[in-house]
Nanobody, 114 residues
């Protein structure tokens, strides 16, 4: 059973920074790409960034140059460093992986005040 637990969300002013963490249980972490999604009120869930098992990152156009995804396989943890936050980044952020089926964390709320 895989469990994903996000942390690090909160309230921040526009232009500020936050770092999200996602701790994963299970030995599969090291071989699985990991992703961060977000869902804003009234909108569909969207992919923010994902990182391959080898550490290669990919980003949505809306966050390129502002967000950085990274992983620490020794700690079974994936991070999302978010800089230059905008009001439009306000959302619940979810950690995600697929291993046969999709696994999601419960999410962490990021609120950016304008």
């Amino acid at each position: 059973q895989v469990q994903l637990v996000e942390s690090g969300g909160g309230l921040v002013q526009a232009g500020g920074s936050l770092r999200l963490s996602c701790a994963a249980s299970g030995s599969i972490f090291r071989i699985i790409p990991m992703g961060w999604f977000r869902q804003a009120p009234g909108k569909q869930r969207e992919l923010v960034a994902f990182i391959s098992s080898g550490g290669d990152p990919n980003y949505a156009d809306s966050v390129k140059g502002r967000f950085t995804i990274s992983r620490d396989n020794a700690k079974n943890t994936v991070y999302l460093q978010m800089n230059s936050l905008k009001h439009d980044d306000t959302a619940v952020y979810y950690c995600h992986l697929t291993y046969g089926i999709e696994y999601w964390g419960k999410g962490t709320l990021v609120t950016v005040s304008s």
